[in-house]
């Protein structure tokens, strides 16, 4: 069983920081790619930010040059900086791993934790 388990929400003023956590546990043999994704109220799920195994880092063009995410051995973590209150949304930890070497990669969620900016 794995299990991601994230941390660091908050309410914050617009301009602030936060920094987010996430860490994977359980059955791990290999991690592809880990990030986080974010929902806000009345809207889909969207990708914040990316990093796979070979180092390789996406970010959406609405986060660029203020997030900035980093990898542990099987840990994420978002850096936010200079929020916006349309940054406001539930986060998601996501990790596509490999439970064991005849497994293939499958997507797990964290619960997600609340990102609030006020302006």
């Known amino acids: 069983q794995v299990q991601l388990v994230e941390s660091g929400g908050g309410l914050v003023q617009a301009g602030g920081s936060l920094r987010l956590s996430c860490t994977a546990s359980g059955r791990i043999f290999s991690i592809n790619a880990m990030g986080w994704h974010r929902q806000a109220p009345g809207k889909q799920r969207e990708l914040v930010a990316v990093t796979t195994t070979d180092g390789r880092t996406n970010y959406s063009d609405s986060v660029r040059g203020r997030f900035l995410t980093s990898r542990g051995k099987n840990s994420v973590y978002l850096q936010m900086n200079s929020l916006k209150p349309e940054d406001t949304a539930v986060y998601y930890c996501?990790?596509?791993?490999?439970?064991?070497?005849?497994?293939?990669?499958?997507?797990?969620w964290g619960q997600g934790t609340q990102v609030t900016v006020s302006s």
């Open positions: 996501n990790a596509r791993l490999r439970e064991s070497y005849y497994s293939d990669p499958r997507d797990y």
